[in-house]
């Protein structure tokens, strides 16, 4: 095996989906624990806070106690190296979420035992289905009382159409909690004390409760079998029962993504996919994030790299606009701290600093011969009218809404008719996130009004007369986006069904590809 193809096979870049509270940020731990990356709980937490201190900016971050903004994670064992995308973990969510899940391989889905799959599992979910990511599902908080393992198992067959294939199983939950049981080996990790491990055959342990084994017989009986294929290709989910806080069941969790998650894959793009064993060094931006510092104007493009080996000082150049820029200073993410890397290989992630010049949805490549395709932009879901209360910033309101823009934390609308720039958002978050961003970077105090239009979508057809002929007659409603793609601005949902059965020939999507 060439170096390259090695370091690609060891790679696992991933990120964690779930609601709220399902302990996605205590399983981050435990896994940078267990990776070597970290040496005490709560070093996430921690963490997080000093990065918050540093980056004042983001107001917010504090009042509410949440991350709005996605980091990295990189951690190694046996020989393996992960690649932890992290998700803002808050029931709003931006864009960036959304994003970040078109730069990983695979996912794991953490589900909290007592309420099994919530609204934004699902919706996360539904971003991984689209673009056929495989999932690991990992049921936590099996030490607390939950709800029937095959109750879980059904609910998560039945609401997200998947084939489900049980790989352990909790013996006694809550009160009667004694280990979890791995069915591939019949090994169970037992709690000792107050935590950790003795193993021992399950039917050879009198002290197990009496029902175990017909359990175990209707959970392997009664699911599919654990097929390799059918999870990479996201048919099928392995599902894992554990407890982060009690570390029950996640060295199960890292084995199973270095033995079956894929390393990084083909990637879409145009004239066609790149592979990760191709020579030329390739990436494309999924994340940007501005004024980390507020005395500098700096940003941080996060790129995912998708074929090559990177090295530092490399000249890389955007695809469609723009010179070659040298990467000098590429920042690595361990977890500990941001190192400064000096090579790369398919499937990390690299920060490039910048001052503006790279766009989220943006080619990197040596030649500048391809473009991925796929990072979706949303049909928002929240438009609002934005209200300037000093009517000479202007000038200072265009700037910082095409910046926001930009790192995809609002979508920006210019009506055809009239001067009310409207701004389009996936959660209700992105509004606060704007009016602190506007007050504190750009000084610029302003207000949100509610906007005569409930979504927008994005209009195509193949004859462009059509497209004209559509417009023509319904100027009132369109708008362009920050890159001058006609948008249609629609009243209600049920005007967009309504105009696209009036016009057969004109497309309404409610996802953009950049
Ligand atoms: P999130 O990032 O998905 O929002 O969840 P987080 O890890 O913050 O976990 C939410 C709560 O659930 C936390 O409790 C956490 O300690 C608890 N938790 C996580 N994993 C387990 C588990 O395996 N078993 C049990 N019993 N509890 C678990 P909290 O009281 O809200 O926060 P904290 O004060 O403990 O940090």
Redesign the pocket.
């Known amino acids: 095996m060439t170096q390259i193809s090695a370091k690609i096979s060891d790679r696992r870049t991933f990120a964690i989906i779930?609601?709220?509270?399902?302990?996605?940020?205590?399983?981050?731990?435990k896994l940078l624990y267990f990776g070597g990356a970290i040496h005490l709980a709560g070093e996430v937490?921690a963490r997080g806070q000093n990065r918050r201190a540093r980056s004042d900016w983001m107001k917010i971050e504090q009042q509410r106690g949440i991350s709005v903004t996605s980091s990295v994670m990189t951690f190694e064992r046996e020989g393996i190296t992960f690649n932890l995308l992290d998700t803002p973990?808050h029931e709003d969510f931006s864009e960036d979420t959304y994003r970040t899940l078109t730069a990983v391989d695979s996912a794991v889905m953490?589900i909290?035992a007592a309420r099994g799959i919530e609204a934004q599992t699902r919706k996360l979910f539904e971003v991984c289905r689209l673009r056929s990511v495989p999932i690991i599902t990992f049921v936590?908080?099996?030490?607390?009382e939950g709800r029937d393992p095959f109750e879980l198992l059904d609910e998560i067959a039945d609401m997200l159409a998947l084939d489900v294939c049980p790989m352990s199983w909790p013996v006694g939950m809550g009160g009667q909690f004694e280990g979890v049981l791995n069915l591939a080996d019949n090994n169970v990790a037992r709690p000792e004390g107050d935590s950790r491990t003795f193993q021992g055959k399950v039917d050879a342990d009198p002290t197990l409760p009496g029902n175990i084994a017909d359990e175990v017989e209707l959970a392997q009986g009664g699911y599919a079998e654990f097929d390799a294929e059918a999870y990479r290709n996201g048919d099928l989910t392995p599902v894992y029962f554990?407890?982060?806080?009690?570390d029950?069941g996640v060295a199960e969790l890292i084995a199973a993504l270095a033995a079956y998650a894929p390393p990084p894959r083909p990637q879409p793009a145009e004239p066609a996919p790149v592979a990760p064993d191709n020579p030329e060094v390739t990436g494309f931006i999924f994340k940007v994030q501005a004024n980390m510092d507020p005395n500098h104007r700096d940003r941080i493009a996060f790129m995912r790299l998708c074929s090559g080996t990177f090295k530092r000082g490399m000249k890389l150049t955007p695809t469609g606009h723009g010179k070659p820029i040298a990467v000098h200073s590429p920042i690595l993410f361990f977890a500990q701290n941001r190192e400064v890397a000096d090579e790369a290989f398919p499937g990390d992630i690299i920060g490039i600093p910048n001052h503006g010049t790279l766009r989220v949805g943006d080619t990197l490549s040596e030649r500048a011969d391809v473009r991925f395709t796929g990072l979706p932009n949303f049909a928002p879901e929240i438009l609002r009218r934005v209200a300037l209360k000093d009517p000479t910033k202007t000038k200072q309101l265009r700037k910082a809404l095409d910046d926001m823009a930009e790192e995809g934390v609002t979508q920006v609308f210019y009506p055809e008719i009239g001067s009310n720039w409207i701004i389009g958002v996936v959660g209700q978050l992105q509004l606060e996130v704007l009016i602190s961003r506007l007050d504190a970077e750009y000084k610029v105090a302003a207000g949100l009004e509610m906007a005569p239009f409930e979504t927008a979508r994005w209009i195509s057809a193949d004859d462009p007369a059509d497209l004209k002929t559509f417009a023509d007659l319904n100027r009132a409603a369109m708008a362009k986006d920050r890159d001058g793609n006609p948008v249609y601005m629609a009243k209600t949902s049920w005007d967009v069904g309504y105009v696209a059965d009036r016009y057969p020939k004109v497309r309404f999507a409610a996802t953009r590809e950049r």
């Open positions: 779930s609601h709220p509270d399902a302990g996605k940020t205590t399983l981050t731990e937490k973990g953490v909290d936590n908080k099996v030490d607390r554990g407890s982060a806080l009690k029950f």
